[in-house]
């Protein structure tokens, strides 16, 4: 049998069972956030928005250099440069210490040593200062296109130019100025850079965390011009045998000119 039908009487308004009001969705908590800045041309802590937007709400923040074997092989890089940048890198990694975390030294392809401490760190956003230099472009792109396949942020900023070098020549009409009056007539019709960035102070990571292993030096310290594997033992050696050539060739030098007339030139390696 079918229920009844409620009665309603005349001139009384129907009933309304009042209702609870629909509850609010739990809150969404982002995801913890750990970070990877990646230094290559700006080896410093001040005047790096980078360095400082990867801070920002992140839970561990490791800060990487990696030695690029396409570099190490250029015949331009000589011993003196490559003293010059280990030097670098030890004072960045002195920096690093005062405000608790260190510098992590890679030997590898960028597009292959990445990937491999996103996957051990559990990486979820990169920081790199912006390259303009061809090469630097197209590895950027890569590394950016494989970080958007899994899901990992990258941000980039200007801070190796005090302008960003397409938007000047985008002003120029697509083509770069090639004098420097037109340069000067350009950045003067574009507002001002903004100022530059300020270190990082004694707060440190603003409260996120640098993971340092018991091996942390053997894995990822400032190598020495020795330890730079098989480039670098080259130079080492070459430097070694310049140096003795050269003093071999100025002590023959010295032999020959022995009696001769003060007019005429001794030989000089440096000639």
Request: one cysteine or more.
């Amino acid at each position: 049998m079918s229920a009844a039908p409620a009665v309603v009487q005349a001139g009384e308004p129907p009933v309304v069972q009042p209702q609870a009001p629909p509850s609010d969705p739990a809150p969404r908590t982002a995801p913890p956030r750990h970070t990877i800045h990646w230094f290559r041309k700006g080896l410093r802590l001040h005047d790096n928005p980078a360095f400082r937007e990867g801070l920002q709400d992140a839970v561990t923040f490791r800060c990487v250099f990696i030695i690029d074997p396409w570099f190490a092989s250029s015949s331009n890089v000589g011993i003196n440069k490559w003293r010059f940048l280990l030097q670098c890198l030890e004072d960045l990694d002195a920096s690093l210490k005062k405000i608790n975390s260190r510098l992590f030294v890679v030997r590898g392809q960028p597009a292959d040593a990445l990937p491999k401490l996103f996957k051990e760190w559990g990486t979820t956003a990169l920081t790199f200062e912006e390259d303009p230099e061809p090469y630097g472009r197209v590895r950027d792109h890569n590394i950016t296109a494989k970080c958007r396949e899994v899901g990992i942020t990258v941000i980039s900023r200007v801070s190796h130019t005090l302008y960003k070098l397409d938007k000047i020549i985008e002003r120029n009409g697509g083509k770069a100025p090639l004098t420097y009056h037109q340069f000067q007539a350009l950045i003067a019709s574009m507002p001002p850079p903004p100022p530059a960035e300020l270190a990082v102070g004694p707060a440190g990571l603003h409260g996120a965390t640098t993971p340092v292993s018991e091996d942390h030096d053997e894995r990822f310290g400032v190598p020495t011009l020795e330890e730079l594997g098989e480039f670098g033992a080259e130079y080492f050696c070459l430097a070694r045998s310049s140096r003795a050539v050269l003093r071999a060739s100025e002590s023959e030098s010295c032999e020959n000119t022995l009696g001769e007339s003060t007019t005429r030139p001794a030989f000089t390696p440096w000639a």
